[in-house]
């Protein structure tokens, strides 16, 4: 098996699209001609690398299971965004040949849901002290990484959006759960807040719970 990229006149997939009912997604395109099987490649968003995929993660699936099941069907389990790939196949010599579409319409994005991360803020201060001490608490659903979120500090009140402040990443990922952060000093007219640091992309995939 060898992936191929699709020239003028290559048998493509167009027109996919898909529909959502609970946990099972139903997909559907248009054959081009000459095609009896395509590979099916799912993938989560997050782990979407560039380059062909590990073959060893693609599913074989005939014209005929195609008509007879009306589409392709397929459990989405878990959360997040997944990524599904259909590559036409043509049958060679030496094996299967999946052609790489440039212009992705072979391949649709299907949400599963949001995970929640909810996440909290406490301080303790002296009244006669210009420092007060602030204490991170993240509890997430699913691990997340380092650059998913970050912290803005502002003087005088809590911050609008990423923008509205100072601006502070975090240095390393979160683990399913409870996350207690260590302990910071800021200012005693600081205000802290957590944000998305792409909230288009990450938006999607998670829900930023204050608590």
Same mark, same amino acid.
């Given at each position: 098996?060898?992936?191929?990229?699709? %020239?003028?006149? #290559?048998?493509?997939?167009?027109?996919?699209? =898909?529909?959502?009912?609970?946990?099972?997604?139903?997909?559907?395109?248009?054959?081009?001609?000459?095609?009896?099987?395509?590979?099916?490649?799912?993938?989560?968003? %997050?782990?979407?690398?560039?380059?062909?995929?590990?073959? =060893?993660?693609?599913?074989?699936?005939?014209?005929?299971?195609?008509?007879?099941?009306?589409?392709?069907? #397929?459990?989405?389990?878990?959360?997040?965004?997944?990524?599904?790939?259909?590559?036409?196949?043509?049958?060679?010599?030496?094996?299967?040949?999946?052609?790489?579409?440039?212009?992705?319409?072979?391949?649709? %994005?299907?949400?599963?849901?949001?995970?929640?991360?909810?996440?909290?803020?406490?301080?303790?201060?002296?009244?006669?002290?210009? /420092?007060?001490?602030?204490?991170?608490?993240?509890?997430?659903?699913?691990?997340?990484?380092?650059?998913?979120?970050?912290?803005?500090?502002?003087?005088? #009140?809590?911050?609008?959006?990423?923008?509205?402040?100072?601006?502070?990443? /975090?240095?390393?990922? /979160?683990?399913?759960?409870?996350?207690?952060?260590?302990?910071? %000093?800021?200012?005693?007219?600081?205000?802290? =807040?957590?944000?998305?640091?792409?909230?288009?992309?990450?938006?999607?995939?998670?829900?930023?719970?204050?608590?």
């Amino acid at each position: 098996m060898r992936f191929i990229d699709a %020239e003028d006149g #290559s048998p493509v997939i167009s027109g996919l699209t =898909r529909a959502v009912e609970e946990d099972r997604c139903t997909l559907r395109w248009i054959w081009p001609g000459g095609i009896d099987a395509v590979y099916i490649w799912k993938k989560p968003a %997050e782990q979407l690398e560039e380059g062909t995929p590990d073959t =060893r993660h693609l599913k074989l699936y005939t014209k005929a299971e195609y008509k007879a099941n009306n589409g392709y069907h #397929s459990r989405i389990e878990g959360v997040g965004l997944f990524v599904f790939t259909v590559f036409a196949c043509l049958e060679g010599s030496a094996g299967p040949q999946l052609i790489l579409q440039a212009n992705r319409e072979n391949r649709i %994005e299907i949400s599963a849901g949001r995970a929640k991360i909810y996440y909290s803020i406490s301080n303790k201060g002296g009244l006669f002290r210009k /420092f007060k001490t602030i204490q991170i608490q993240v509890t997430t659903e699913v691990p997340i990484a380092k650059d998913v979120l970050c912290y803005v500090k502002k003087q005088g #009140s809590y911050p609008a959006n990423k923008e509205d402040g100072m601006l502070y990443p /975090f240095v390393a990922p /979160f683990a399913a759960g409870k996350n207690v952060l260590p302990a910071i %000093e800021i200012g005693k007219q600081d205000f802290i =807040r957590l944000f998305f640091t792409d909230g288009r992309t990450y938006g999607q995939t998670y829900e930023l719970i204050s608590v």
